[in-house]
């Protein structure tokens, strides 16, 4: 089982003044053959708090996988691309090129997003957008590829090439 993370950056969620859509999205999708979600948080666009979260996530509870979703578009409060950076150890540029690319074939504004994936440690980071839609569609395209990816990294994978 992949033991995932998702984390919720939203201000007003984690005030209680909105319910947060996005995390019941991508539970419905994640195979439960295949996924496992350990752990589930709502924090505010806090870049020192999404930082530390983050960083738990990864050392403490040693998940394999973390889907952050909010804080990845232009807004000034939206820092969760820079606290993912801070916390990284390899970028990988490629799931989030092949978000935007393909998300760009629904809406003209996948361009306008910073998300970021990486690794720190034996997990993987991906951010997501905060909408449930625009998060649903954008790990669509990125699922395909995360089971193999994170037996790398755990180290469990056979050979790749063919």
Known sequence: ???????TISDKGSKGERTDGTCPAIKEILNKNIY???????IPDEIEMIRKELIYICDELNLDLILTNGGTGFSKRDVTP??????IEKQVPGITEAMRQMSLSITPMAMLSRAVAGIRKNTLIINLPGSPKGAVENLKFALPALPHGIEILKGTAGECAR
């Not at 496992?36 to 709502?42: M, N, R």
């Open 1 to 7: 089982m992949i033991k995932v993370g998702i984390l």
């Open 36 to 42: 496992s979600v350990e752990y589930y948080k709502i």
């Open 82 to 87: 820079e606290a993912t950076m801070k916390v």
